[in-house]
C-alpha cells in the first residue's frame, strides 16, 4: 500500500529544511573546489548510460537526507506495490502496470487471476506477425501493392510516445516505409498529411484506448472517407485500417474488422502506452526486433529500478533532485535540453509524462496539498537552444534546473559536427555551473584596452552568477535499447515523485471539464442553439458565428 501522509510532516522534510538553509548560500565552484571526489560521489553508472548529478546544489548529505524522505514516504513498499499488480491508480481503481508490457523474465504476473503476461505476450506476437507481413510483402493493400506510407491517428498519449520514438529512432527504420501522425483536431493536420499521400499504398492505424476520443475518432473517419473516394468498396477498409484499443466494441462498430484489432489493457495508462499495442506505428517502421529492444531496454531499467538500494537508483535520485529543487529552491520550471537532433520530441514527450501525471493539487486523502507539486516542465534540442532562450538560464532571475542528455557517439558522424556539438553540451554545463565573477570579468575587458567609464558600464552586464543547477545525462550511442532505458527512467523517476508529493500519479481527472464544455458548445456551433455562458464566452462564440456567414 501507498503511505498516505503529507511529505511536510516528515522528519527528514524538516531536516531537508535546516540543510537547506546551510547549503543554499554556497556556490558550486566551491563545493567542486573543496572535494576533489565530488565527481565520483555524485556521479552513477547504469549499463552504458553515465548519470552525473553532481553539477547540482547538493552534497552527499543532501542525498542521505532526500534518500531517508523517501524512506519515509514509502518509496520501496511503492515500487514494490506497482511492480505487483496493486491497484494504486486508485481513483480509476486499477492496476498501474505498463512494466509487465516489457516484462521479458518472469513467466506469470496475476491480476485479478489471470496472467497477464500470456495476453502481454499474445499481442506482442500479433504485433510481430502483422509488421512481418508489411516488410515481407505478404500483407499488402488492396490491390496487392506493398505499403509505403503508415499514418498512426491518436493523440496525447496514443501520439506522442510513438512520434518522439520514430523520429528519435529515425536512423533505424526499415526503408520504403514512411510514418506520418494526425493527431490535431484542426482539419490542417488531416489535410497536410492526407494531401502527400496514396490511398493505395498507406495504412492506417488508428489508436485510441477508449476509441471514444472525439479528435481520433473525427480524424479517422476524415481519413476513411479520404480513402474511400479513391478505393469506392468499403470492403477495402480491413486491408487499410487497424486499431489499437482497449475498447473492441467501439473498434467493430466503427467498422474494423476483430482480426485488425490490436488489444491493450486498461492497467495501461495513456502516458504509459508507447510499450503496448499502442506503439504498432514504432514496430512497423523500426521491424518487430528493434521494437523489442526498446522494450528490452525499458525493461533492464525497471529491475534497476526494482532491485537498486535508494543511494543508487537512478529514477529514484533523479526524482529526489526534483524534489529538493521544487520544494526547497522553490524552483517552479525543470528544462529537458537534448544534445541530439533526433532527440527534439523528447521534451514535449516529458511535459505530457510528467506534468500529466503530477500536476496535482489534491492528496491521497482529498486535502489539498500545502507544499508545491510539479513544476512547469519545457524545452527543445542543443545547440538550437542555446541561441534562444539560455540568456534566461544563465542571467535571467529565476533558477532553472536543466537535464543535459546526450550521446557520446552519433548516428550521423559527419565531420566534426560531434565534436561540435558535444563541446556546447560540455561548454553550457561548465558556464552554468561556474559562471564569471567580477574579477574574471575585469581581467577580460581590461585586455580589451575600454575607456574606465565603458569598462565599469559593462561590467555588470557581463557577470554570470553561475550556480545553476544541472544533470548530465549521457549514454554511448542513441539506439533502441538505450532510449527504452530512457524512458523508462523518466517514467520511474514520475512515479517516485508523485509518490512523495503523496498524490495519485495516474490519473488526469483535470482533462475532463474542457472536454465536457467543448462537447455542448460543439453543438451550439453547429446549430442555431445558444446557451447561457459567461459575457466573455458569448461574445467570442458570437465573434466566430459571424465570421462563418
Ligand atoms: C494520457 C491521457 C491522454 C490520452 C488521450 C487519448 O495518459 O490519458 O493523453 O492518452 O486523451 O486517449 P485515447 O487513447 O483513449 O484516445
Redesign the pocket.
Known sequence: MLRNISPATTTAWKNLEAHYKQLQPQHLRDLFANDPQRFQKLSLQFEDFLFDLSKNRITEETLNLLVNLAEEMGVPQAIESMFTGEKINVTENRAVLHTALRNFSDPELILDGENILTEVNAVLEQMRSFCDGIHNGSITSYTGKAFKHIVNI?????HLGPQMVCEALKSYQKPGLEVHFISNVDGTDAAEILEKLDAETTLFII???????KE?ITNALTARNWFLETAKDEKHISKHFVALSTNTTEVEKFGIAPENIFRFWDWV?????LWSAIGLSIACTLGYNRFEELLRGAEAMDKHFRKTPLHQNVPVLMALLSIWYTNFFNCQTHAILPYDQYMRLLPEFLQ?LLM?SNGKSTDRNGQPVTYQTQPVIWGAAGTNSQHSFFQLIHQGTILIPCDFIAAAVSNNPIGEHQALLMSNYFAQTEALMKGKNTEEVRQELEQKNLPASELENLLPHKLFEGNKPTTSIMMRQLTPYTLGSLLAMYEHKTFVQGVIWNIYSFD?WG?ELGKQLATSIEKELLTDKQQPHDASTTNLIQYYKENQK
Open positions: 491518436g493523440i496525447g498519449g496514443s489508436a485510441s484506448k477508449t476509441f471514444t476520443t481520433t495508462g495513456g502516458r504509459f502506452s505530457q500529466e488526469q482533462v
